[in-house]
């Protein structure tokens, strides 16, 4: 859905008329709604407090050419966004700058354009892949639970994580970037996604190989998923993964927000109908060392205004955990969880080529793939560090033997000593022969000498 209804002073608390049909279609319908976040240029409206579908915010492309950070055009003001701890935004997709064919096919042929309505159609084209890698139409696959959970925990948040491809950021160059690891829903259980990123970035691919892992009722498998129901509110559903220290785990918990209509004909809308609001059980979702209690808990997410618990986090002993669904009442209620844990395959601070030493090779391949001022800053401060593997060592950047080099390099370290703005990283780049960055985010001059502005 692309286009919303401008707000009439009902606030975004998913009671008006749209929203409700949204939710109810939903669960009466089998559809899933992929819903156009609000923008600064538009006033903002319905259907973007929706429950039971996905509403998707823009993302913008980052030095290195990925879509990861959040763009700009997005809008979360308060009087735009859902009312309380709940936002609008569940994903990110693709919407600054797309490179688009121009209108009836005048001049120039291609444009870019940016919008929300272009970030949206990115999560639809995906549900479209999932649904037609599904033959049986009785698949549990094919439920709309199960789709909008494989979406969900199979979006990117940090590269190098569970095969995620990208690290997604919001902020500015200027004021700074934040990643997941800085944000409320990382740290408080009861925020299960980010006001502004959702749970992370769209990822197709990853979204068709959660699909394919199959389901999996109790777990046993480090990816899968499973529709269920549970209605004790005094044992959960429990799923089980071997882990070892060091991996980490990302599940996604969804359920629906159940409306019905105040009409003979329950799953079919007429105008003037009315829609009889149930609202949502509470689940809750805990990761736990296997037979433990929730007490015991390694990780939990435990929100009460989305119908949607999120967990991304570390283990840090190997072993067996579990997985734990629980719910607070007694009424049969269905859900779709969807798991992926594995290992932790970041690159050491600063090595980005892996090979075990932090050293000019790495900045210029920073040069060449990134590019962005969190990178940079990571490179700075480990530069001339030796990891434990890898084929480098700390020592192997050799001085140029060139005369000329050797009195420029005298010449560098009488500046350096004069001026505390200069550090041993980059006389070793202008000793080295990098004195030419081209193309450094505007917090680096020249010279390599930090903005003051820069973070």
């Given at each position: ?8 002073g009902t ?5 008006s008329t ?14 899933v709604?992929v ?17 039971n579908?996905i509403?998707v ?6 030095n290195d050419?990925f ?5 700009s055009?997005?809008?979360y ?5 859902a009312?309380?701890m ?11 700058l797309?490179?688009?064919a121009?209108?009836n096919?005048?001049s120039?042929?291609r ?9 949206a159609?990115?999560v639809?084209?995906?549900l479209?892949?999932?649904q037609d890698?599904v033959?049986d139409?009785d698949s549990?696959?094919?439920y709309h639970?199960?789709?909008k959970?494989?979406?969900?925990n ?6 190098g ?5 990208r ?8 004021a700074?970037?934040t990643?997941?690891?800085g944000?409320?829903?990382?740290s408080d259980?009861a925020?299960?996604?980010d006001?502004e990123?959702g749970?992370?970035?769209l990822?197709a691919?990853?979204?068709v190989?959660?699909l394919?892992?199959?389901e999996h009722p109790?777990?046993g498998t480090?990816i899968g998923w499973?529709?269920?129901?549970q209605?004790?509110p ?6 089980t993964?071997n ?5 980490f ?8 927000r ?7 004909f329950?799953?079919?809308?007429s105008q003037?109908?009315?829609f009889?609001?149930f609202?949502f ?18 990780a939990s ?8 618990e999120?967990i991304f986090?570390q283990?840090?002993?190997a072993?067996?955990y579990?997985?734990?669904?629980w719910?607070g009442e007694?009424?049969?209620v ?7 844990a594995g290992?932790?395959d970041?690159p050491?601070?600063g090595d980005f080529?892996?090979?075990?030493s932090?050293?000019?090779a ?5 040069r ?11 490179w700075?401060?480990n530069?001339g560090k030796t ?11 050799q ?9 420029i390099?005298i ?6 000593r ?8 980059r006389?070793w ?10 193309g450094?985010?505007s ?6 000498t930090?903005s003051?502005?820069?973070?």
């Amino acid at each position: 859905m692309s286009f919303v209804v401008p707000l009439d002073g009902t606030p975004l608390d998913g009671t008006s008329t749209l929203t409700s049909f949204v939710d109810w279609s939903t669960f009466w319908q089998e559809v899933v709604y992929v819903v156009a976040g609000n923008e600064v240029t538009e006033p903002g409206g319905y259907p973007t407090d929706n429950y039971n579908g996905i509403t998707v915010a823009a993302s913008g492309r980052m030095n290195d050419g990925f879509f990861r950070k959040v763009a700009s055009l997005n809008k979360y003001d308060e009087a735009v966004d859902a009312v309380g701890m709940r936002t609008s935004t569940l994903i990110l997709a693709p919407g600054e700058l797309i490179d688009v064919a121009g209108a009836n096919g005048v001049s120039p042929g291609r444009i870019n354009s940016s919008g929300t309505s272009f970030a949206a159609p990115h999560v639809t084209g995906t549900l479209a892949l999932l649904q037609d890698r599904v033959n049986d139409p009785d698949s549990n696959a094919n439920y709309h639970l199960t789709k909008k959970a494989i979406i969900l925990n199979s979006a990117d948040k940090i590269k190098g994580i569970i095969g995620m491809t990208r690290t997604v950021v919001k902020g500015s160059e200027a004021a700074g970037y934040t990643d997941w690891f800085g944000t409320d829903a990382h740290s408080d259980p009861a925020i299960p996604v980010d006001r502004e990123m959702g749970i992370g970035h769209l990822n197709a691919k990853r979204a068709v190989q959660q699909l394919d892992a199959g389901e999996h009722p109790g777990g046993g498998t480090l990816i899968g998923w499973d529709l269920a129901t549970q209605n004790d509110p005094f044992i959960p559903n429990r799923y089980t993964l071997n882990l070892n220290a060091g991996d980490f785990v990302s599940a996604t918990l969804c359920w629906d927000r159940e409306l019905v209509l105040n009409s003979p004909f329950f799953d079919r809308y007429s105008q003037g109908d009315e829609f009889i609001d149930f609202g949502f059980a509470n689940f809750n979702l805990f990761l736990v060392p296997a037979g433990g209690g929730i007490a015991q808990a390694v990780a939990s997410s435990t929100s009460t205004e989305w119908n949607l618990e999120h967990i991304f986090a570390q283990v840090t002993e190997a072993g067996n955990y579990e997985l734990q669904v629980w719910i607070g009442e007694l009424n049969e209620v269905e859900y779709a969880l969807a798991w992926w844990a594995g290992a932790d395959d970041r690159p050491d601070p600063g090595d980005f080529n892996r090979d075990g030493s932090v050293n000019s090779a790495d900045y210029v391949l920073w040069r060449k793939t990134d590019g962005s001022t969190d990178t940079y800053d990571e490179w700075q401060t480990n530069f001339g560090k030796t990891y434990g593997s890898g084929s480098g060592s700390g020592s192997n950047t050799q001085v140029p033997e060139h005369s000329g080099a050797l009195l420029i390099g005298i010449a560098m370290v009488a500046a350096w000593r004069q001026s505390p703005r200069w550090d041993a990283s980059r006389f070793w780049m202008l000793l080295l022969g990098i004195t030419t960055p081209h193309g450094l985010p505007s917090g680096h001059s020249q010279s390599l000498t930090r903005s003051s502005s820069s973070t």
